[in-house]
Every structure is written in structure tokens, then in C-alpha cells.
């Protein structure tokens, strides 16, 4: 087992009778600095996202701005003490019109916060706002290695598997693949 992946299997293992009091709100520009923090750790550190070289803040104040623009919800998870835990967004599924109805989530938390139900809380809003936003088809695009508790977390929200595509991505000397989710809003 590589040391990167001993590193995930310790990450992702929840921590039992360890709760932790978090809000969730509308991402801003200040969050990006965060934002990209997280999601940097993922590139460096696991094959959670297929990114290999690290975003800059400036690339994540972009992302954010076209979201909101799209009117599509971008939310941070933050804890009482005002550390931000955890981001999720929808982003359109692909450029084509008609795709105008399916957006792709993401959810990413810091480290050391998996296991204390942000991530299920995240995803519960995103749905409820992807719905108001009038989203009718959520996909996830969950890499095939290293990420059964993203799956089983979607699967638990009522996300269905509609594909695996093998051998799609290539990091850290080693061939991945994606999973597929599907849900109906």
C-alpha cells in the first residue's frame, strides 16, 4: 500500500462519538483562500481529483464568480469558532443547452473533518438548493479508488450508479477510473 493511500484510509475513517458544530452559508470571495487550501491537500495527496498541479486563489475566486453568476449554489461548511470545514458547489454537467437542467456536485472537506456529518449536510443543501435553483439532474464524478465513503455517502441520498469509466485518468504512476452517480431532484 502507497503511503498516499494509507494517508486516505486514515483520512476517510470516520471518528466515532466526535461531533462537531458547524453552519453552512453561501461561499464568498474571502472563503477562497480556504477553499483552495482543501482542495490543494486533495491534488498533492490523493487521487480524490484528477488535478495534479496546485489552483491558486485567484482560479477559485473565478470559479466561484461563474457559479453565482449561473445562479448555481457554491456553500461552505464553517465551524463555530469560524474555520471553514468544508465547500461544496454545482457546476453545470457540460457546456451544450441542453444540458441546462444537470449540474455536476462537489463536495471537498478539510482534513481531519471527515466524520463528523459535514459532508451528508453539505450534500442535503446542495440538493435542496440545486432544486430551488431548478436543477432537475445531479451527477457525481467519484474517482474509483480511494473514495468509497463519497460513493456510499451519495448512494445514501438516493444517487444511483450509471457508469464506471476504467482507465480514464492517470496520477501518481497509476491508471484511475470514475464512477458515475445519478440522481433525479
Not at 44 to 51: H, K, L, N, R
Request: hydrophobic letters at 40%; glycine letters at 6%; one cysteine or more.
Amino acid at each position: 500500500m502507497s503511503k498516499k493511500t494509507f494517508s486516505l484510509l486514515r483520512l476517510f475513517k470516520p471518528k466515532a462519538n466526535q461531533a462537531r458544530s458547524f453552519a453552512i452559508r453561501n461561499a464568498s470571495s474571502k472563503d477562497c483562500s480556504a477553499i483552495c487550501d482543501i482542495y490543494n491537500f486533495y491534488i498533492t495527496e490523493s487521487v480524490i481529483t484528477f488535478d495534479e498541479q496546485a489552483m491558486q486563489v485567484s482560479a477559485w475566486e473565478e470559479k466561484l464568480q461563474h457559479i453565482q453568476d449561473l445562479k448555481l449554489p457554491f456553500i461552505v461548511a464553517v465551524s463555530d469558532s469560524g474555520e471553514l470545514v468544508g465547500f461544496a458547489y454545482l457546476a453545470p454537467w457540460r457546456q451544450k443547452s441542453a444540458y441546462r437542467k444537470t449540474s455536476e456536485n462537489t463536495i471537498y472537506l478539510k482534513q481531519g473533518a471527515i466524520g463528523h456529518g459535514i459532508g451528508p449536510r453539505l450534500l442535503a443543501e446542495l440538493l435542496r438548493l440545486g432544486k430551488e435553483a431548478g436543477i432537475n439532474e445531479v451527477v457525481a464524478v467519484i474517482s474509483d479508488s480511494d473514495a468509497d465513503t463519497s460513493i456510499k455517502m451519495h448512494k445514501k441520498f438516493g444517487f444511483k450508479k450509471v457508469g464506471h469509466l476504467p482507465r480514464v485518468g492517470y496520477k501518481f504512476n497509476r491508471w484511475l477510473g470514475v464512477i458515475l452517480l445519478q440522481k433525479s431532484l
